[in-house]
């Protein structure tokens, strides 16, 4: 499968990806590999199903949510730019720092687009608010998350 990988993302993908999501040429190309196995239409995109077969997204309260991050408005397939694209706000910050020639646009991973990040997780409704609705049904996620955790081990 690794070689299918790279066999499929050119050099100059890899190259734009890199520039844009600060991750190394190893970490495309592994996470391509990964996209490529996620890929059950193999049409080159993945659905929000294909990310609800991912059995850590599946057992999380917010899982739902960060599925939903991989969508743009409208949107029900995302291509691998797309998913690089999220996924660079997971980086961690301190990789920012080892760059010596800072890029012209703020990184996908600056505590900014971090935090811009994280709201939209919370703001459903997209009109750049958090209500007490919105914020309720994450708190009554994770309650209900941690009270089946505590039954499961009694």
């Known amino acids: 499968m690794g070689s299918r990988a790279s066999t499929l ?14 991750f190394s040429h190893s970490q495309i190309t592994r996470l391509y590999s990964r996209f490529t196995s996620l890929d059950k239409g193999e049409n080159g995109t993945l659905s929000r199903e294909d990310f609800q077969r991912i059995p850590e997204l599946a057992i999380n309260p917010l899982g739902d949510r960060i599925i939903n991050a991989f969508f743009p408005e409208g949107e029900d397939q995302v291509n691998f730019k797309g998913f690089m694209r999220t996924l660079a706000h997971f980086r961690p910050i301190e990789d920012n720092e080892k760059n010596k020639n800072p890029p012209a646009t703020e990184p996908l991973n600056s505590r900014t687009n971090k935090l811009l990040f994280a709201f939209r997780l919370y703001d459903l409704d997209r009109d750049d608010k958090i209500s007490r609705d919105e914020l309720l049904q994450v708190l009554e996620k994770v309650d209900v998350e941690q009270k089946m955790s505590i039954r499961f081990l009694h």
């Open 9 to 22: 993302l050119r050099e100059e993908e890899i190259e734009e990806i890199k520039k844009e999501t600060g």
